[in-house]
């Protein structure tokens, strides 16, 4: 039976910040506005944060079922590593994935809008079938465009809309901005996995583009919040502060562009999700302060 601290690395805490950058910024953007709501906003960061446990769970079960985890280098994974049963793991994720459900339900039920519950349905649906299902499209080497859209677009102009009812031309700066340094995450994580992907046969957009490709999409993806920096610069000069998070990036940028591999790059997934929280941060106070 799982301890309690494996199945709090088994919900893979290192990749909360996917789920709470895109939500700051989101608040930030409708505090720009005038239409910032604390109760919407905590609504939304908690629907965002269990649907990316609910993830976490739902990955770690389908993957432990097919076999893929059996030789994995990145963190404990409770059904591969044999500490965990399937079915306690399926529970966990069916849970987490509930309660965003619910949650969601609460604010679009306060909101009035309605036709949000097909984002919302669109949402748990990625969840359970990016390594679930008969085909789960992450073998496929959809996974990056699917952490883009829902833990980038979807999730910052969700956060900004519930509030102020509309989305600015800023909010889908700072969406494209924070789907691209999430999806990077997702891009490191591939990378370090390449070999043991490979052997499993699962396809990912790293397997198929190889190790100097996948590390070229990264350096590309961790450029674009930096091209947002000045974009929103040019009418909100506070927001510039946004590129203090590139000190973050330095380090897990070198990792990468050297070559390093395997064990080496699992920091790359940490400083790039803080990267990313520092980024939001920063660009949400600086948007709500102007």
Request: net charge positive; proline share 4%; with cysteine.
């Given at each position: ?66 076999g893929t985890d059996a030789d994995r280098v990145g963190p ?49 649906a990625a969840a359970w079938f990016y390594t679930g299902g ?142 990313m929280l520092v980024w939001a941060s920063v660009t949400a ?6």
């Open positions: 039976m799982a301890t309690v601290a494996q199945w709090v690395e088994g919900a893979r805490p290192r990749t909360l910040p996917n789920a709470v950058a895109p939500v700051l910024a989101g608040m930030g953007v409708a505090a720009q506005l005038g239409a910032f709501s604390w109760w919407r906003s905590i609504l939304a960061l908690l629907v965002a944060l269990a649907l990316i446990v609910g993830v976490n769970f739902a990955n770690d079960y389908s993957d432990g079922i097919r404990l994974r409770l059904v591969g590593s044999a500490v965990a049963k399937p079915k306690a793991v399926l529970a966990a994720a069916l849970a987490a994935l509930g309660i965003a459900g619910v949650l969601g339900l609460v604010l679009i039920a306060v909101t009035g809008s309605w036709w949000l519950l097909t984002i919302g349905a669109a949402c748990i008969r085909r789960p499209y992450g073998y496929a080497g959809f996974g990056e465009v699917a952490v883009f859209v829902f833990f980038g677009l979807a999730a910052v102009l969700g956060t900004v809309y519930v509030q102020a009812g509309t989305v600015s031309r800023q909010a889908v700066v700072c969406a494209v901005a924070v789907g691209s340094l999430s999806t990077a995450v997702l891009v490191a994580n591939n990378l370090r996995d390449i070999p043991t992907d490979t052997r499993s046969g699962k396809h990912t957009l790293a397997v198929k583009l190889g190790d100097a490709g996948t590390r070229r999409l990264y350096l590309a993806l961790v450029s674009v919040p930096f091209a947002a920096t000045v974009a929103l610069g040019v009418f909100h000069p506070l927001a510039l502060a946004g590129v203090l998070a590139a000190v973050l990036l330095v380090t897990p940028v070198r990792v990468v562009v050297t070559g390093r591999t395997g064990m080496e790059l699992i920091p790359v997934l940490r400083d790039t999700g803080l990267a106070g600086a948007l709500a302060l102007s």
